[in-house]
């Protein structure tokens, strides 16, 4: 076995302990880690805009009347 084999076993044994919370946070982490995961997708941004546009309704609304 080699010394990467070794510790992603590893780290997948002690992941088997977290709770579904935790699991997701370490996700976005180790994604974070990744260079070539810094950009973030089309449908990232879309997600993004439309949660900010659910948020911030009134404001948009009120912009669109003035």
């Known amino acids: 076995m080699t010394t990467t084999t070794i510790l992603k076993a ?4 002690a992941l088997d ?4 919370e935790t699991l997701a946070e370490i996700l ?6 990744n260079p ?10 879309w997600r993004a ?3 900010s546009e659910q948020e911030r309704e009134e404001v948009y ?3 669109a009347d003035s």
């Open 10 to 13: 590893q780290i997948l044994e």
């Open 49 to 51: 805009y439309l949660q």
């Open 61 to 63: 609304r009120r912009l």
């Open 36 to 45: 070539d995961s810094n950009i973030a997708s089309q449908d990232e941004v």
């Open 28 to 33: 976005t982490y180790v994604q974070a880690l």
């Open 17 to 20: 302990h977290l709770p579904a």
